[in-house]
């Protein structure tokens, strides 16, 4: 009988899981999607993806220091943007200060 308890609440532990993993992918789409309605319509500041230039010139300053991989995180942290946009923006930046 304790087997049989231990293996249905594995399940349910494991069923849980993968719906919290299903609901935190589909918010991060929808955050996502209200943020290029957010710029289409011209209001970037409310996009969570909006870039003041406080940030930008931290990033700046992490990017000379030549510390990327610090400045791709806190983009990723402050903005919520994907690994290879947030790169792909910090390389945007390092090309642009030693081009």
């Known amino acids: ?3 049989i308890s231990i293996g249905l609440i594995i399940t349910l532990l494991t069923i849980i899981n993968i719906n919290s993993s299903i609901l935190q992918r589909d ?3 929808i955050e996502s999607k209200l943020d290029r309605i957010m710029e289409h319509l011209g ?5 969570r993806r909006s870039i003041n230039d406080e940030l930008k010139n931290e990033l700046i300053e992490l990017v000379r220091e030549n510390k990327k991989i610090k400045a791709i995180k806190r983009l990723r942290d402050a903005t919520g943007m994907g690994l290879k946009e947030a790169k792909d923006y910090v390389d945007s930046l390092d090309y642009a200060l030693y081009k």
Do not use: D, I, N
């Open 27 to 29: 918010q991060k789409r």
């Open 1 to 3: 009988m304790e087997y």
């Open 43 to 47: 209001l970037p500041e409310l996009s």
